[in-house]
């Protein structure tokens, strides 16, 4: 006997006007089904009845149960009525109960407006030579990381996986194996007596420069950096709250005397530097002014954040220690990253300060992403302890050395009456000054158009407007493609000034 | 000849005060020999003249330039005086020029105190039998995962390597071949009609929240959440400068009237939820309550935030859909993540929503951490698209039935007078309410020295204070493990009260 159920009849119409009403009526009722507000057995109205309620035609409402059998959520037997039958098997959508509608472009409700930070490129046609200051794909050590990766997902030793598994409230500082192999690798490349309690793994240098903002800065204090530098840090330092001031770079690095001025005019709380090799200049922050930054940082109670980007290649010979190996006071807030060994894309960064700067770091990480890829971070571990990444390191050192004097070749060769660069002693790139009769933005655009790319000095300078400066990187082409890559520049250039 | 050089003595004395004398001065000339300030060649000033000049004896001084000698720093010919040599060969730290310096604990500038959030646990001992609703290191996919990540970077094409490598405009969004593989996942398993385009991928659901707060959130603003919910969750909500509200829940879910209370009383941005299987409770949102939520935020132009946390493992046949796939307007934020699936170590999140607010979320993400790991990005793809992951959560769906059925057994058979529990139709969690005379954190602590941990229903309520309520996972122990953990419980809890 059936048992006529008083359904409250109260559909939502899904579709759209353009759907045809029986459509419509047969997904909604396929949408109350599956969700269980009709469960199996229910009884359901007669199509007159239907048809009454809803204030359709009798034919919509045949026509809607006749989908719904057909997709089996219904069944009629004489005697019985019509009835929801009980589904079996997975929650696959069927064309009634899938969504009918795609996620808007747009949401109901107000927004900001984006910053514009987020710059939409057009990727560059294939066979387009990127004079990056970056390693190439074929430069990334892809079978001994996949190894290592591998060898760190198998251990069944609760210190790689199961540490990857638990939120563990040690977690937001990175994995402790990863802590100690970049310690020791920093104790013996960089002279910084870091243990593994020093050091804090992040996404990334990035994040660790967000998070020493985060962990330094009220909103409105200032942060002083090297005029020319990377525009995604001075975000990050901007996003925490911070007021970005430049101060000028010249050959011996940063205006030591020019940041002694700001620090009369207004409170400083913290100082930026890349003092090893200056980012974009490659100049090296000289020992006088190494000590005059110190000793102004002491005596205005600054922080330094000392970003020891690309270290790790040298050619000269000579390496000379960070701030934060000669700074006994803590001050110094040493940063750096594995991008330009490994890939940029496999975000390995660290912070090395005193514990009381890595506490605040760390609970700000733990609201933010909790804690970085464990996995990985072994894997890492695993290529500094057996020595895979020094060998990394020397192979690429090797192969940048000659890569650096090819371009440098070939830019003094075809351009050296249009541009003029110190031969650099370390890192992946070259700084070029450009004669001050070339726009070298407009050189930039008609460089891509010849199939060619370099970084315009516009994009390093804090202050807008254009700049008599240019950036060719060579850790992403081989010789060969970087001697073309110099020969498209030179097309380039006369096309711009023609 | 000698050029007697007018060296400025100036020596930064390193060590402390422990250290002997000579030592510290040979190890301030080191260090300015070694950072360039003494260079090769220069003459050093005679032994009693150092000596008077830094008024200390001349014994001291002679030792000083022995140790130094020693080291091959200095040398000393007859009519030449003492001079710096040139060192060849690493910059390997000597014992004279490593940091004799320890990083210090503390900063020496003013820091803010840390929130206390960071709390230190002393790891468990070993052979602690831990209810966790998160798997254990043994169902971690390794193998498959491993493989994966392998392909994923020798792969030289470019979509997998290139893409990794570059800060490309599109890479704080993820890579595409995930965001596509997650929407057509999404579009299979949950009935979403998102395309690549409508897909974040973060560091885990914990970014995606907190890229989502500040997306929407100007300081001040409310964001009304479940009473019972996940603390990390809110604490990011609260560092995005949102005002954190509780509203009830019972055995519907969210109450929604309590909701529309708060409405009338204040302005509420966003409401947060986790309607599958609400966490910690389990209980799913039902349908009326559903239509509620979403006509309430339409009325009141909030954002509803959806985590469907939980939505991989459904016991009872019948899956509801996310009120994402019935939300045309575009209101709901979805926010998921494999970290039940995969492992939380692995750190795959995501949020679908209208590219309006994804591209402030993505903004925001360039300024923290640029963007994810596009190796592991792939890998996981990989892992989708050959239906390894979801061969993966069959196996592991049929495994955590068989606990949760072995669990609400055991817990029913030795602690029935003492809990009370719906067995759970999804998830990897028993929710209890614990008899009102038992105090929950006392048994808690008592059954940690039993060897067992569970967590009290206090660590999920926003309000502060006891709550006669307790969480056990299944997801981590098997079902003998299960077993003797419940045995250890009622030990635990004999003990508490006796």
């Known amino acids: 006997m059936a048992l006529a159920v008083d359904w409250e009849l109260r559909l939502q119409l899904e579709g759209t006007s353009h759907d045809p009403m029986y459509r419509r009526v047969a997904q909604a009722i396929a949408v109350d089904i599956r969700c269980g507000r009709l469960p199996a057995g229910t009884v359901l109205p007669g199509t007159r009845r239907l048809a009454q309620t809803l204030g359709i035609h009798r034919n919509t409402a045949l026509a ?61 046609p294939p066979g387009t030579l990127v004079l990056s200051h970056l390693p190439a794909p074929s430069e990334v050590p892809g079978v001994a990381l996949a190894r290592a990766y591998r060898g ?55 994040m660790a420069l967000y998070l020493v903002a985060l962990a330094l800065v009220e909103p409105g204090d200032v942060i002083a950096v090297e005029g020319l530098g990377y525009r995604p840090v001075w975000e990050a330092f901007r996003f925490a709250g911070a007021v970005v001031v430049p101060v000028g770079v010249d050959r011996e690095g940063l205006c030591v005397e020019e940041l002694r001025a700001l620090t009369e005019r207004t409170a400083v709380r913290a100082v930026y530097v890349t ?20 000793e102004l940082a002491t005596a205005h109670d600054m922080a330094v954040i000392e970003d020891d980007y690309d270290c790790q290649f040298e050619y000269g010979g000579r390496t000379i220690r960070p701030l934060a190996s000669i700074d006994p006071q803590g001050r110094v807030i040493y940063v ?5 060994v490994l890939a940029p894309g496999l975000r390995i960064g660290y912070a090395v300060a005193p514990n009381s700067v890595l506490e605040l770091m760390a609970e700000r990480r733990c609201f933010i992403d909790r804690q970085g890829d464990h996995a990985l971070a072994c894997a890492v571990a695993e290529m500094i302890e057996n020595g895979e990444l020094r060998r990394h390191i020397g192979r690429l050192h090797a192969t940048y050395r000659s890569r650096r004097d090819a371009l440098a070749e070939a830019l003094q060769s075809r351009l050296g009456g249009a541009i003029d660069f110190d031969v650099p002693e370390g ?55 970087l001697q073309e890559a110099v020969r498209r ?10």
Chains 1, 2 share one sequence.
């Open 336 to 340: 750096g990253s594995l991008s330009k």
């Open 427 to 481: 890192g992946t790139a070259v700084w070029a000054r450009v004669d001050t009769g070339i726009d070298v933005d407009r050189w930039h655009a008609r460089a891509i158009e010849h199939g060619v790319v370099f970084e315009p000095g516009s994009s390093f300078s804090l202050s807008p407007g254009a700049s008599a400066h240019a950036r060719f990187g060579f850790a992403g082409l081989s010789v060969p493609q």
């Open 489 to 498: 520049l030179a097309l380039a250039l006369a096309s711009a000034e023609g």
């Open 64 to 124: 809607a149960y006749r989908e719904l059998a057909g997709e089996g959520f219904i069944d009629t037997r004489p005697g019985l009525g019509t009835f929801v039958v009980e589904r079996q098997g997975t929650d696959e959508p069927t064309p009634l109960t899938a969504a009918r509608h795609r996620v808007p472009r747009t949401a109901p409700y107000r927004l900001r407006t984006p910053s514009g930070a987020l710059i939409r490129r057009r990727p560059h």
């Open 152 to 206: 760190a997902l198998r251990r069944r030793a609760d210190d790689v996986l199961d540490y990857a598994q638990r939120y563990d409230s040690g977690a937001p500082f990175g994995h402790p194996r990863l802590r100690r192999a970049l310690a020791q690798m920093l104790a013996r490349t960089r002279g910084l007596m870091a243990t593994a309690e020093d050091v804090l793994v992040t996404t990334g240098s990035q």
């Open 275 to 294: 003092p090893h090799h200056q980012h974009p200049t490659g100049v090296t922050l000289t020992p006088p002014r190494r000590r005059a930054l110190l």
